[in-house]
């Protein structure tokens, strides 16, 4: 058995996770004032009244956990010829067909979108939640601005959900990859496989 | 049910049909304020108080009359005086009452994400249940009129509820009642824009050939009616919306696009499921664990 590879570190991966768990629990209890079908959620959060104060606050806890995770991946996550190449054969991707796919670096043109869908998406989130934010804020800002900002925040959270669903699935359909994240390593197969100029860099093979 | 006596057209954030049953119906209500009758004794807003046991701060004054100076939690009806010289030289003191409109599309209830925290009663009232009311404000947002308030001390949002629990036992709501000069009336929609035509005749013969009722189309009419004598400039009147709507925004926001976009969501979820199940996992081959 080959040595694995160090993906994350123990702080990044507590990093993720918080920002995770911060996820889970905004979006349950923002989807619960969402729409009709999704109110019996508030009853996870203690009932309406509940689900309504904390849903701020746990974004906030998203907002802060999520900008020091990207300001760390940042450097990791800028678009080169290889993710071009790599992208025009997103369809053989989804169909398991990956002999011959570019080689590419810590990460794949799939997750960097998803990277900066989120850094886009999540200070949207804070900044579109502040103004609708009762009692503190909302009351300070003129009713038109509280209009957009319900339409941007619902937006901004519809484009995130969908983000991390395909994120999930991600991890649970490339097999490998959930170590990753709860042991910080990955086999050495896998790096290869899935994105070997990181493997040369890590290994200098 | 908090009113048993009241059927109920629409419930908030709920899909299912609102309790309906009872075979006579109601008939629609409407509370007519004729602001040329109106002298600005602020007898209503004492009546107000009285029956709906509310008691605001005692704030200061800002060189006009408005007292208080804007709607509250605990201020369900306002007098909103404005001194405008419609013609050179003559100057018009025109009193407008301000509070819930009870519009027959209401923008609150549809904004509105608490089941049952705003109902609209079969006679056309639009009434907050706060029992039910999470505090989360979308109802300012949803209201063409800048009516609801959120209050300091429950987070709760309040507003004139057109008296519904006097209503429902076939009292006149309590401002009506007290109202010295006969500038409020109330009684069925239909006898209410009658009552209308003959003051706005009579305007007419005085001179105010503009007089008009303000029943505004754009919310499905209105349950509080204001007769003005200058019916073709509402805006003299702090500001009386000209053609109110729920904004565009606010249907966008609770309109189609939520069902769209929650099906979206299960959509993707069910996308990914039914992937691993024909695709397959995305397993490391072999040969590469050995090179």
Known sequence: MSKPVQRYTARERSNHWIVAIAFVLAGLSGLALFHPAFFFLTNLFGGGPWTRILHPFIGVVLFLFFMAMAARFWRFNHFTAADRQWMARIGDVIRNRDRGLPEIGKYNAGQKYLFWTMVVSIPLLLLSGIVVWQPWFAPYFPIWLLRIAVVVHALAAWIMILGIIVHVYAAIWVKGSVRAMTRGTVSEAWAKHHHRAWYRQMTGK | ?291
């Open chain 2, 1 to 291: 049910m908090a009113l048993q006596s009241l059927d109920i057209k629409a419930r908030s954030a709920t899909t299912t049909p609102p309790p309906d049953v009872r075979a006579r119906g109601a008939v629609p209500v409407a509370k007519l304020i004729d602001i040329s009758k109106c002298i600005g004794c602020k007898a209503c807003q004492v009546a107000c108080m009285e029956w709906n046991d509310l008691r605001d701060e005692v704030g200061t004054n800002a060189g006009t009359y408005d007292n208080p100076r804007d709607l509250t939690a605990q201020s369900w009806t306002v007098m909103r005086f404005s001194e405008v010289e419609v013609e050179q030289d003559r100057l018009e003191w025109l009193i407008r009452k301000d509070g819930c409109m009870h519009c027959a599309d209401p923008g609150c209830l549809k904004a509105c994400p608490a089941p049952g925290a705003i109902v609209q009663y079969a006679n056309g009232i639009v009434d907050f249940h706060e029992e039910h009311c999470i505090g989360c404000g979308y109802c300012i947002t949803g209201c063409p009129f800048n009516i609801p308030r959120i209050s300091q001390k429950d987070s709760k949002a309040y507003k004139c509820t057109l008296c519904s629990d006097r209503v429902a036992i076939g009292l006149e709501p309590a401002c009506i009642k007290t109202c010295p000069t006969g500038a409020l009336v109330f009684g069925t929609k239909d006898d209410m824009v009658l009552h209308a035509e003959g003051r706005i005749a009579d305007l007419k013969e005085r001179g105010y050939s503009h007089a008009a009722l303000y029943d505004p189309k754009g919310v499905g009419g209105t349950h509080v009616m204001y007769v003005l004598q200058h019916g073709d400039k509402p805006e003299l009147y702090a500001n009386l919306p000209r053609d109110p709507s729920i904004s565009p925004l606010v249907s966008l926001w609770k309109g189609v696009t939520k069902p769209l976009m929650s099906f979206g969501l299960g959509l993707a979820v069910f996308a990914g499921f039914f992937h691993y199940v024909t695709a397959g996992p995305k397993e490391v081959e072999e040969e590469e664990k050995t090179d």
